[in-house]
């Protein structure tokens, strides 16, 4: 895979302080005077690990503040240890919802996006998770557990959540992935 114009990117998003948002050998490739944004949450530590990769220059993202980079408009809306980012340029918004919503208790999933809804009525493009990143329940074994069939409800119920999304924002184009 050629990654050279990822090598090169000016500014990188980081959603949230999970490991699989975060993974060391893929941000080491990235020249280090990009701009990191990371949205602040109460867990400490993110900045120090940001910065002994020698990236310089770091803003911590406060919910539901716009921050501007080169005429990108930048917003993170989080919630205990997660968040959407939400990006404009060129006329176009983009939803993130990465996998912040689509494991979460259904009053939080509402709430934010009623605030999106609300924030951004027009979305041209949504990004959300098919499926949970979480190691409960397909890592835990136990007798009588029904590995395929809870496999097949949870996988159910994130794309359930995806429909329920995309139909509730009503994006032009909603692109689900696997976190």
């Not at 990822?6 to 975060?22: K, M, P, T, Y």
């Not at 990769?53 to 503040?65: L, N």
Request: hydrophobic share 40%; net charge negative.
């Amino acid at each position: 895979i050629d990654t050279s114009n990822v090598e090169q990117a000016d500014f990188i998003l980081i959603s949230h302080g999970h490991e699989d948002h975060l993974h060391y050998e893929s941000l080491m490739k990235i020249q280090k005077d990009a701009h990191v944004f990371f949205p602040f949450q109460w867990r400490d530590g993110i900045v120090d690990y940001l910065k002994h990769m020698q990236f310089s220059y770091i803003t911590e993202a406060v919910s539901f503040r716009t921050y501007t980079y080169k005429n990108i408009k930048i917003t993170y809306l989080g919630y205990s240890l997660e968040s959407v980012i939400v990006v404009e340029s060129e006329g176009y918004v983009i939803v993130n919802i990465n996998d912040a919503l689509n494991s979460n208790h259904e009053t939080a999933v509402g709430l934010l996006l009623e605030k999106i809804k609300k924030m951004w009525p027009k979305i041209d493009f949504l990004f959300s998770g098919w499926s949970g990143a979480g190691y409960f329940p397909n890592k835990v074994h136990y007798k009588g557990k029904d590995d395929l069939e809870v496999a097949r409800i949870r996988e159910q119920y994130f794309a359930d959540n995806f429909c329920k999304f995309t139909k509730y924002l009503q994006p032009k184009i909603a692109i689900p992935f696997a976190p």
